[in-house]
């Protein structure tokens, strides 16, 4: 009766294991990507055991890292929100939003684009920098360009 083990391995895990009886095997497929299958001894079969059981160890050791990382990252982003309002923010959320949306007009398109998405769609610096492919410290420069413009555009406009 074959005996296989039932685990997750590695995306690049290049082979496989059986029991059969007293018999062990241990299959891949070669470099011409033809199925090979050869008998090992018991002491090479638990070493292929032992390599996948560690696979399967830090496998999950990642996937606790990752889930760790994202939970962190959620915190930050929490936090980040909490943040005192600078001068230029306050400014800018005490115009009214028809004035507000003809300043938000004047900008220069990629200004606009960022400013748009991080005070209407919500969304933060290092988001915006993934969607665009580029540095946070470039969507943060376009942006602190960008509130500083909104200023000068809303600075005759009474509140």
């Known amino acids: 009766m074959d005996k296989n083990p039932k685990r997750i391995k590695k995306k690049d895990n290049p082979y496989s294991i059986r029991k059969n009886g007293n018999e062990y095997f241990v ?9 090979q299958e050869i008998k090992v001894t018991a002491k090479v079969y ?8 560690d696979d399967k160890k830090e496998m999950n050791e990642f996937d606790r890292h990752i889930e760790h990382s994202e939970i962190y990252e959620n915190n930050l982003e929490l936090r980040s929100k909490d943040k005192t309002i600078s001068m230029e923010d306050e400014f800018i959320q ?9 300043a938000i007009e004047k900008l220069p398109e990629i200004q606009k684009r960022r400013i748009k998405k991080y005070y209407f769609e919500d969304k933060n ?16 420069y376009t942006l602190t360009i960008a509130r500083n413009n909104l ?6 406009f009474q509140f």
């Open 27 to 35: 299959s891949f497929k070669d470099a011409l990507g033809v199925y």
């Open 46 to 53: 638990a070493a292929f055991d032992r390599f996948e059981l």
């Open 94 to 102: 005490k115009a009214t939003f028809e004035e507000l949306k003809n």
């Open 125 to 140: 610096e290092h988001q915006i920098a993934e969607e665009e492919k580029t540095t946070q410290q470039a969507i943060n």
């Open 151 to 156: 200023k000068n555009y809303l600075k005759n």
